[in-house]
Protein backbone atom coordinates (compact mmCIF):
# COMPACT_ATOMS: atom_id res chain seq x y z
CA UNK A 1 0.00 0.00 0.00
CA UNK A 2 3.01 2.17 0.76
CA UNK A 3 5.70 2.61 -0.95
CA UNK A 4 8.99 2.07 0.56
CA UNK A 5 10.85 5.59 -0.94
CA UNK A 6 8.14 8.05 0.13
CA UNK A 7 7.91 6.71 3.71
CA UNK A 8 11.83 6.75 3.61
CA UNK A 9 11.99 10.15 2.55
CA UNK A 10 9.53 11.36 5.22
CA UNK A 11 11.66 9.81 7.70
CA UNK A 12 14.82 11.26 6.47
CA UNK A 13 12.88 14.93 6.85
CA UNK A 14 12.13 14.18 9.85
CA UNK A 15 15.61 12.85 11.01
CA UNK A 16 17.21 16.24 9.36
CA UNK A 17 14.42 18.31 11.62
CA UNK A 18 15.76 16.48 14.56
CA UNK A 19 12.05 15.10 15.34
CA UNK A 20 9.65 12.38 15.26
CA UNK A 21 6.38 11.45 14.19
CA UNK A 22 3.54 9.73 14.78
CA UNK A 23 1.75 7.09 13.35
CA UNK A 24 -1.11 9.62 12.74
CA UNK A 25 0.96 12.62 11.11
CA UNK A 26 2.84 9.95 9.00
CA UNK A 27 -0.02 8.30 7.53
CA UNK A 28 -1.53 11.89 6.94
CA UNK A 29 1.76 13.07 5.28
CA UNK A 30 1.53 9.82 3.15
CA UNK A 31 -2.20 10.76 2.52
CA UNK A 32 -4.15 8.95 4.79
CA UNK A 33 -6.28 8.97 7.87
CA UNK A 34 -5.54 7.01 10.47
CA UNK A 35 -7.11 3.20 10.75
CA UNK A 36 -5.33 0.03 12.19
CA UNK A 37 -5.34 -1.48 8.74
CA UNK A 38 -3.40 1.35 7.48
CA UNK A 39 -1.35 1.49 10.38
CA UNK A 40 -0.28 -2.07 10.06
CA UNK A 41 0.81 -1.43 6.08
CA UNK A 42 2.91 1.49 7.36
CA UNK A 43 4.80 -0.74 9.88
CA UNK A 44 5.39 -3.20 6.99
CA UNK A 45 6.93 -0.05 4.91
CA UNK A 46 8.47 0.88 7.82
CA UNK A 47 10.19 -2.96 8.12
CA UNK A 48 11.27 -2.68 4.66
CA UNK A 49 12.91 1.28 5.36
CA UNK A 50 14.77 -0.47 8.16
CA UNK A 51 16.07 -3.65 6.03
CA UNK A 52 17.11 -1.24 3.20
CA UNK A 53 18.52 1.01 5.97
CA UNK A 54 20.96 -1.41 7.83
CA UNK A 55 22.21 -3.15 4.10
CA UNK A 56 23.51 0.62 3.64
CA UNK A 57 24.99 0.92 6.93
CA UNK A 58 22.43 3.70 7.79
CA UNK A 59 20.78 3.92 11.62
CA UNK A 60 16.94 2.96 11.95
CA UNK A 61 14.35 5.23 11.09
CA UNK A 62 11.33 3.47 12.07
CA UNK A 63 12.24 4.11 15.65
CA UNK A 64 11.61 7.56 14.62
CA UNK A 65 7.26 6.84 14.18
CA UNK A 66 5.66 7.07 17.87
CA UNK A 67 2.52 6.86 19.58
CA UNK A 68 1.34 9.99 20.00
CA UNK A 69 0.64 9.16 24.27
CA UNK A 70 3.82 8.24 25.29
CA UNK A 71 6.58 9.54 22.13
CA UNK A 72 7.14 5.75 21.84
CA UNK A 73 7.49 3.03 18.98
CA UNK A 74 4.67 0.67 19.24
CA UNK A 75 4.74 -3.15 19.72
CA UNK A 76 5.80 -3.98 16.27
CA UNK A 77 9.05 -1.69 16.82
CA UNK A 78 10.00 -3.46 20.31
CA UNK A 79 9.35 -6.98 18.66
CA UNK A 80 11.28 -6.55 15.81
CA UNK A 81 14.33 -4.34 17.20
CA UNK A 82 14.37 -3.74 20.58
CA UNK A 83 16.59 -7.29 21.30
CA UNK A 84 19.05 -6.03 18.90
CA UNK A 85 19.91 -3.33 21.30
CA UNK A 86 19.83 -5.67 24.72
CA UNK A 87 16.65 -4.39 25.88
CA UNK A 88 14.04 -6.80 26.92
CA UNK A 89 12.27 -4.85 29.18
CA UNK A 90 9.69 -3.05 29.37
CA UNK A 91 8.40 -1.57 26.23
CA UNK A 92 7.28 1.71 28.12
CA UNK A 93 8.85 3.60 30.91
CA UNK A 94 12.54 4.88 31.69
CA UNK A 95 14.84 2.48 29.94
CA UNK A 96 12.71 2.19 27.27
CA UNK A 97 12.58 5.71 26.37
CA UNK A 98 16.37 5.85 26.94
CA UNK A 99 16.78 3.34 24.28
CA UNK A 100 14.69 5.17 21.93
CA UNK A 101 16.10 8.80 22.68
CA UNK A 102 19.56 7.01 22.20
CA UNK A 103 18.30 5.54 18.63
CA UNK A 104 16.78 8.75 17.48
CA UNK A 105 19.62 10.73 18.38
CA UNK A 106 21.75 8.65 15.59
CA UNK A 107 19.39 8.96 12.98
CA UNK A 108 18.96 12.74 13.58
CA UNK A 109 22.91 12.87 14.12
CA UNK A 110 23.52 10.61 10.76
CA UNK A 111 20.81 12.97 8.82
CA UNK A 112 21.93 15.96 9.78
CA UNK A 113 25.46 15.47 9.27
CA UNK A 114 24.48 13.55 5.59
Known amino acids: MFAVEDVRA ?7 EGRAVSYAE ?9 TRPKMRSLCKALDAVDQAG ?8 AVLVVR ?15 LRYGHDGDWT ?13 R ?8
Do not use: M, N
Request: contains cysteine; charged residues 20%.
Open 10 to 16: LLVAAAR
Open 26 to 34: ALACLGHRF
Open 54 to 61: AAAGEPEL
Open 68 to 82: ESDGLPGQGWWVGSS
Open 93 to 105: GPQAKALVRELQG
Open 107 to 114: AFDYWREG
